[in-house]
Structures are given as structure tokens and as C-alpha cells.
């Protein structure tokens, strides 16, 4: 299998202007990473094919933007001030800290001192803030550690403007911070990063409606990951089995991935029930219940969450588009994005030598950035044989093949592919 190591991935992020490392001018921030101008363009690309086919495709989804900052009651009644944590153990020689299910505890990876551990204690992962001038217990908030509270919070909102009928969504993209005590592997996990999350509603009365639209939104969730160029066969698929799954699951499905540091996690799917409708209700005094006109009873949906990290998919897009091929002076790396995500579709030049050498070294730099299609205007454009007068030549990034194009059908050439 083509798959490349990270240090290629991340050498070519930083060469190419995709990714660079936040703040590095001082020395970096720890799990912090700043798009450049390839980068967004393909993070852009991605979110505006999940947003066409998961809201603007569909007659039942509702799409949303809340805010990072909420009332801290958000995260108590949701179950995060008490519960969103992970173990943390520090090492009692050189203070280093460390997640405890990620290390050998019996030996420090920083000093290698041995039993140097002392109990593992639970650390809250979401960033504290005060909201206003004045600092008090009222004045807390949080950086979102999800978006989907920002779903839940706007249940009734959606309800009383829109009146849908059950079953219906609410999508959304936006940041997510979590204080995580070891962010590693380049961007899969980071400490600012962004999320697409569907909170998706069905009547709780028919199990076998709720099986199915688990089943279906998981088919979407595969459909989409294939529509932006990530193999099949690189997906699996993981029934978290009870005890696994997060407080709030009734059944999860992950979709995991290979990536260069092993078989990660993707993708998530997750039954989350009537817990946080209920959970809200609870705690503000709000109801959100739905009213079924037909049978005239009230009741509280299910909801079924999708959830997709844009990071973690710009990840796995890299590593799975990008390809080496020929050896010495014919080597060459390419990033084998479908057209539809690639940064730039298309990149036009002179057949002569130039600034940036000859044109080999042209569709080179290209290849590596993943532009599909490299139009070069040569001396038949200009009409040295007078029947090619006004046609360029178009060569395919992944094939090197040449096409000879009229400059009047370049635009429906170009177009037709990049769909
Ligand atoms: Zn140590």
C-alpha cells in the first residue's frame, strides 16, 4: 500500500503552505496548528461538500451557527463540568504529565525513572474563561468542547420558527477546544479544532424507524467520506461495545481509519437517546417536548449524532491522496485529491523557461499540491501550425497525459472534471 509517513505529510504541509505550526514565530503552542492559503482552500472545500450534501441536498435538515461561549449551566446540565475528563499522572522526578491510558505507568517517558507515578486523578478538558469585567463564580464560561450543546440549546428555537415534522436535523460546523493533556500525531488531535455534527431527531416510539435512520445516516457518513477521495478500503467500521460507549450512548458505531500512526478514529455515530433534550429540560425549566398533531401526544425525540472532525478529515485526505512515483530525476509526489476538493483546479503557464525553470519543474510543484489540470500555452497556441492556432494543451496530474484543447472549449473541459 502507498501510504506515506507523517514526517513526509507534515514536511510537505509546511513546504507547500497547507499547514504550519500555531504561533511558530515564538516557539509554537502546543496542539495549535494555522491553515495557510492551501490549506483553508481545501479544509473550505471539504466543509462546503459536507454542508451541500448533509443540509443543502436535504428537505429535513435546518442549519445553525451558535456560539462558542454559553451559559456555564450548558455544561453542567449536559454532564461536562462534572464528567469531561481524562486521567492525568505526573511523574514525581521531573514533573512531567501525561494522559494515564496512554503510557506504561511503571516507567516515566520523559525522565525513565521507574514507579515515579502516583495516583491518577481526573482532569476537566475544557478550557475555563470569565465572561464581562467583573470575575465571579457567575462570570465562568467555556470554550465549547463540542458543538452539539449549541444543537440541543436551539432545539425549541427550531420548533417554535420552522414547526418541522419529526424526523429532522440540525447541522452544524464550527471550532471545538479541548485541553488535551497529550495532543500528538500533527492535527488528529489538536486543541482548537473543528467539528460538522448533525443532531438528528426521530419519534422514540418506533424502534425499528430509529434502527433504520441509524443505518441510513451511517451510509451517508461512508458516502461522503468516499465523495472526497478517502478509500474504502482503508475504513473500518467499529461497534463500541457496552461499557465503551460514552454515558450518554445507547449504541455507537466509530469509522475508524488507517492512518500513518496506526488505525485511528475517524468518524462517530453515535444514539444519544432523549438524554440531552431531557438534560435541558431538567435543568432550564424549558420544554422541549415535540407535539405530534396526528396521535396529539407529547413526548421527547431521540436524537441520532453523526459527528465528523474536519481536522482529522484533511488528515486523512492527505495521507490517503498522497502518492510517489519513478525514481531519481523522474521522481515525483503528487496528491491524488478528487478535483471537487483540491485547492486549485487548474494552473495555466508558458511552455518557455521562466522564473521558476522549465515546465517540468512547473507541473512538478503542481503535482504536489494536488492541481488536477496544468494548461501550458505553447507555440501551435500562437499558431506555428495555423490548424492548432488557439488550442492549449491540458495534462492530467495523475497520468501525465496530454490532451490538445481549443481555448474555447477549455472552460466545459476543466468544468466537467472538477465536478
Ligand atoms: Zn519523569
Redesign the pocket.
Known sequence: MNQPTMEQIISLCKRRGFIFPGSEIYGGLAGTYDYGPLGVALKNNIKNLWWKQFVLDRTDMYGMDASILMNQNVWKASGHVGGFSDPLVE??????RFRADQIDASK??????TE?FGPARQFNMMFKTTVGALEDADSISYLRPETAQGMFVNFKNILDTFSPKLPFGMAQIGKAFRNEIAPRDFIFRVREFEQMEIEYFVDPRNEEVINQTFESLYEEQLRFIESIGISKEKLHKIEVPDGDRAHYSKRSVDTEFDFPFGQKELLGLAYRTDYDLNAHSKASGASLDYFDEETKERFTPHCIEPTFGVDRLVLAVLSDAYKTEGEGDDARVYLDFPPAIAPIKACVSPLVWDDNGNVGKRYRRQDEIGTPFCVVVDFDTLGEHPELLDTVTVRDRNTGKQDRVAIKDLEAYISERVK
Open positions: 511523574c514525581k522526578n521531573c514533573k512531567s516515566c517517558p520523559s525522565c525513565e525513572k515515579t
